[in-house]
């Protein structure tokens, strides 16, 4: 059984930085395509960035250039390291993983395209 377990959540000023991590056991980490999705207050989930099993990513364009996707797949661990944040980044941030998705370029990932989830880490940017 597939387990993601996310962290690094907190409460920054406008203009700081987070790391999030998201540790996944129970399947194998390099074969899979992995996302960050958020939900800001009253809203619905978005996928923010995503990377697939060939390695390519995306990023919606309100984080282009702020943040950045890696792993480490001997911890099998995905980071999303975020900078220059800004309010409207506040939300709930959860972790998918799927063995199917394939990034589209122009195409931000869906919800429907991921089968695994975390429980979600909080982010709150105050200005």
């Known amino acids: 059984q597939v387990q993601l377990v996310e962290s690094g959540g907190g409460s920054v000023q406008s203009g700081g930085s987070l790391r999030l991590s998201c540790v996944v056991s129970g399947w194998m980490f390099s074969r899979r395509s992995m996302a960050w999705f958020r939900q800001p207050p009253g809203k619905e989930r978005e996928g923010v960035a995503a990377?697939?099993?060939?390695?390519?990513?995306i990023y919606i364009d309100s984080v282009k250039g702020r943040f950045t996707l890696s792993q480490d797949n001997a911890k099998n661990t995905l980071y999303l390291q975020m900078n220059s944040l800004r309010p409207d980044d506040t939300g709930m941030y959860y972790c998918a993983a799927d063995w199917r998705y394939k990034v589209v370029p122009g195409n931000a990932p869906q919800r429907r395209e991921f089968g695994q989830w975390g429980q979600g880490t909080q982010v709150t940017v105050s200005s």
């Open positions: 990377i697939d099993f060939d390695g390519q990513t």
